[in-house]
């Protein structure tokens, strides 16, 4: 990712933040929301050819280094097709592997004429680099930043039984339990490295206590684990944990970005929460568009407006609300500044927990 304090600045595109309160997110509804963006993209192909990125029409290909399914797929599908009117059309490609770094791999080595883009990660650009020993891109030099898409919050939430006994109902009754109780708490995770394993340790760090971590092979079998007691509490997806914190079956503390969600507008960030030693706990699953370096700047330009405008639309700003995501357009000034930024907040966290995959 090169410097591009010298670019053209490209102003943020608003988005109307106002949207309802979603319920929690099932196949159906996502799919639902999909098709309804796939169907409103259909009355721009008449413009297909006369407006697509490429001079020759050929098809952009928007590359999502994860399987396909997931929350980043369905965001790069609804994106594509709901940019196709001005962009023409996108087609997305899955590449998984390696946490994210073979399809991001793959996009650096590839031609900077704008036809092959990244959906990066906080994963791709700013955690991967400091997990693993060896990676076969340079995530700052080997991309352009074109606009951060969107930021998912994590949530704090503890096993319900375990809340109850001890009487945890805040973040400062938790901070206070587990000062008391070194070493003597678990928290799970989908695996080492995982949003929710560093969340968990910048929690430790910043309020100078412990509990082990125990990293589990997805997700889902950590979520599994908190409801039956095996961990004490985690750090989960806020879209994933939302209707298990509505029907009871774990208990929501604090999320951990610092603005509150529209998904539970009375549940307060950690930095707001009441601990001081947390005043400046920020973080998030974030993820956003990328073209390799050396694309012209005219490209850039054009992707970047095409796509800030297709998050502007109903569909996509749907999608979001269903995956408990913040739409969050940017400049591509703005969003190589955060990446830096994020970058050395996680290798910090990464150095600090020993976190490693090789």
């Not at 309804?36 to 009355?43: D, K």
């Not at 910048?202 to 100078?208: E, H, P, R």
């Not at 502007?312 to 357009?329: G, H, N, V, Y």
């Amino acid at each position: 990712m090169r410097d591009l304090n010298q670019m053209k600045d490209l102003n943020p595109v608003a988005i109307d933040q106002a949207a309802p309160v979603p319920r929690a997110p099932n196949r159906r509804s996502i799919l639902r929301v999909l098709g309804a963006a796939l169907a409103a993209s259909a009355f721009g192909e008449s413009n297909l050819h006369a407006q697509t990125i490429s001079a020759a029409g050929r098809p952009v290909r928007l590359v999502v280094p994860y399987p396909p399914g997931g929350p980043l797929d369905l965001s790069a599908r609804a994106l594509a097709e709901a940019a196709r009117p001005t962009l023409g059309q996108i087609i997305v490609e899955n590449r998984s592997g390696a946490g994210g770094n073979l399809g991001a791999d793959a996009v650096a080595k590839s031609a900077p004429d704008g036809q092959t883009l990244l959906l990066g990660a906080v994963a791709t650009h700013a955690i991967n680099p400091w997990l693993y020993s060896k990676i076969p891109y340079d995530a700052e030099r080997d991309f352009i930043p074109i606009t951060l898409i969107a930021n998912v919050p994590n949530v704090l939430v503890l096993e319900t039984t375990f809340a109850t006994r001890h009487r945890i109902d805040s973040v400062p009754a938790f901070v206070q339990y587990l000062r008391a109780h070194p070493g003597q708490l678990s928290f799970g995770s989908g695996g080492n490295g995982s949003a929710g394993h560093l969340a968990g340790e910048l929690f430790k760090m910043q309020t100078g206590t412990f509990a082990v971590h125990i990293p589990y092979r997805g997700a889902a079998p950590a979520q599994l684990a908190l409801q039956g007691g095996e961990v004490q509490f985690m750090f989960d997806n806020l879209a994933s944990a939302a209707q298990r914190i509505r029907d009871g079956r774990i208990r929501a503390l604090a999320i951990t970005t610092r603005q509150s969600s529209s998904a539970f507008p009375d549940l307060k960030p950690l930095a707001s929460s009441g601990v001081a030693e947390l005043k400046a706990f920020d973080i998030s699953t974030w993820f956003g568009l990328f073209a390799p370096a050396g694309t012209p700047l005219e490209v850039i330009e054009r992707l970047h407006a095409g796509f800030t405008g297709a998050m502007q639309t109903r569909s996509f700003r749907d999608l979001m609300t269903t995956l408990a995501a913040e739409p969050t357009p940017t400049s591509s000034s703005e969003f190589s500044t955060l990446i830096a930024q994020e970058s050395r907040k996680y290798q910090a966290i990464v150095r600090h927990a020993k976190a490693t995959v090789d």
